[in-house]
């Protein structure tokens, strides 16, 4: 594939200042987009300042649905990456966590991409892409809000890509095994507690049982993915899920 050239291209990319997002609005910039970084964490102004003019920040919680309706925001990229994990047996998970991560990884990129659409629309060319997970495909025990956001948004991104195909707006997922981001370090705890294992045994025991391939992925490889995805090589490329799970699903 040659070099991707989106100069010209506004992108907003959400979970932006850390991990996935910090990478995916590192790889569009490169590629000559203006991004605009969305995240709670104040650090999102640093990921944006290191894109220099071409960076944006916006401090938002995305859970506070109310204050998505008051921002403006005109894209012809969207990467849905925000998110949040929360590890416990069903009978123990906190009705108010399951709220809030379907609010975040379902419910706000709903009402982000029903924003957006319209100027997509008028363009006639947009690229939405969802971080989903392996998890949007296969399920784990003990993270029964995280697999559900998941599975929604695979769903969502189907529909998008059923209404916005003719109308030039490609809508896919890239649904990636464990990555190397402080989600994944900030849940070995928990993991641990809940499996009864040691910490230092969960990345071996629990992350990397069924990928082929034992590793973490990178999130700079995720960020390719998402960069291809915005490319003219892949403008036919459209309701579908692009896995970087290692084998994990080939079981």
């Known amino acids: 594939m040659g070099q991707v050239d989106l100069a010209g291209r506004i992108a907003v990319v959400t979970g932006a ?3 996935i997002g910090a990478a995916c609005a590192q790889a569009l910039s490169a590629a000559g987009a ?10 999102v ?16 919680d995305l859970t506070d649905l109310a204050r998505l309706a008051e921002l403006d925001l005109s894209a012809d990229i969207f990467v849905n990456n925000a998110g949040i994990q929360h590890v416990a047996p069903v009978e123990e998970f906190p009705p108010e966590m399951f709220h809030r ?22 363009r006639g060319w947009g690229r939405i892409v969802h971080i989903s997970s392996v998890h949007g495909l296969r ?31 490609t809508s896919n997922t890239i649904c990636p095994a464990y990555v190397r981001t402080p989600l994944v370090e900030n849940q070995i705890v928990a993991q641990a507690r809940t499996h009864g294992i040691p910490e230092s045994e969960v990345v071996e025991k629990i992350m ?3 990928p082929a391939i034992k590793r973490l992925i990178e999130p700079a490889e995720v960020a ?4 291809y995805l915005c490319s003219d ?19």
Do not use: C, Q
């Open 45 to 60: 102004h640093d990921v944006a300042g290191e894109l220099g003019g071409s960076g944006e920040a916006i401090v938002a």
């Open 224 to 227: 390719e993915a998402v960069r």
């Open 139 to 169: 399920a784990s025990a003990y993270k029964s809000a995280y697999v559900t956001a998941k599975h929604g948004i695979e769903g969502l991104s189907k529909v998008l890509a059923l209404e916005g195909g003719p109308r030039g707006v």
């Open 208 to 210: 990397l049982t069924e």
């Open 17 to 19: 200042a850390s991990g």
């Open 233 to 251: 090589a892949a403008s036919f490329v459209n309701g579908t899920s692009l896995v970087l799970d290692g084998g994990w699903t080939a079981r």
């Open 101 to 122: 991560m379907l609010a975040l990884m379902v419910e706000a990129p709903f009402l982000l991409v029903r924003r957006l659409l319209p100027g997509m629309y008028e």
């Open 34 to 43: 203006r991004v605009v970084l969305m995240d709670r964490d104040e650090r």
